[in-house]
């Protein structure tokens, strides 16, 4: 799992043009107020609802074809934040809208500007004792029950000036091995993000390459949808987006190499210098 220019990309994220149904009236004592919407994106109109709980003061989104986000190259979330963002901002610019729920639309708005400066409390490895066979059997009892059938090892450390790619990590269906990068030993990386590579690299075995159009797709419809399921899959994708960089400086393992632990790790392993897969 690894980088690539479309998918750190720093232009925002566009959800597509919007049209609202027409209006509903807002009753004095309605809990929750709806509307459909068509959102147009690359061609294609998808249909959606956003429901706003004039109680709680809460949203729930909803697009019936999932396949709208297979257009976005970004965590399911913060598309979702996006798209909630501007069918907010649409419905607080409509004229003779309900006082009751621009009252609400508001508060929503004023939340979401909130709750992104908080910081985030991300755990990190910081001098942890990482071992990666632990990690890959918890995550295989949690989301796989467990059925992956798989080594696991670190690769090998690359001493390379101007680094521009590297995998994450890599899963070898023949030999049943993955394969993490030792730049993810860092301490100033997220244990989430080494787990979330771990399973990245377990969910090719449990949704293996597929034949589409004439050519074999690693991640398809079935392997996004798995991948997504991990927990803390759009805090570990957010750090990858926003650090990306700094994995590609000169590492410093060698100075922590005693601290994590290899697990009785095989030594054999193979240098990872190219994009994921």
């Excluded at 068509?38 to 999932?66: A, M, V, Y």
């Excluded at 590609?248 to 009785?264: D, G, R, S, V």
């Amino acid at each position: 799992m690894g980088k690539s220019s479309t998918i750190i990309s720093k232009n925002p994220i566009k959800p597509g043009s919007i049209v609202f149904s027409p209006s509903q009236e807002v009753s004095k004592g309605m809990p929750t107020y709806s509307r459909l919407f068509r959102c147009r994106k690359k061609g294609f109109d998808f249909i959606g609802q956003i429901k706003i709980n004039l109680q709680k003061i809460s949203t729930d989104i909803e697009i019936f074809n999932t396949s709208y986000f297979d257009y976005f190259g970004t965590p399911l979330k913060e598309t979702n934040l996006a798209l909630e963002n501007i069918l907010l901002t649409k419905l607080l610019s409509e004229k003779n809208l309900p006082e009751r729920l621009r009252e609400a639309v508001f508060s929503l708005l004023k939340n979401k500007v909130a709750n992104s400066k908080q910081s985030s409390s991300l755990k990190l490895i910081n001098n942890r004792k990482v071992c990666l066979k632990e990690i890959f059997d918890k995550l295989n009892t949690e989301y796989f029950k467990p059925k992956i059938k798989a080594n696991i090892e670190w690769g090998k450390k690359v001493h390379k000036k101007n680094l521009t790619s590297f995998r994450f990590g890599s899963y070898d269906p023949a030999s049943q091995l993955i394969r993490i990068h030792p730049r993810l030993k860092q301490n100033f990386v997220p244990i989430s993000v080494l787990e979330l590579t771990v399973y990245h690299e377990m969910c090719h075995q449990w949704a293996p390459m597929k034949r589409q159009k004439g050519m074999w797709i690693a991640h398809h419809l079935q392997f996004k949808k798995k991948e997504r399921e991990y927990r803390l899959y759009d805090e570990a994708r957010s750090w990858e987006k926003e650090n990306w960089k700094k994995l590609m400086e000169p590492n410093t393992i060698e100075n922590t190499k005693n601290k994590t632990a290899a697990c009785n790790e095989s030594s054999e392993s193979i240098e990872i210098t190219t994009l994921a897969g």
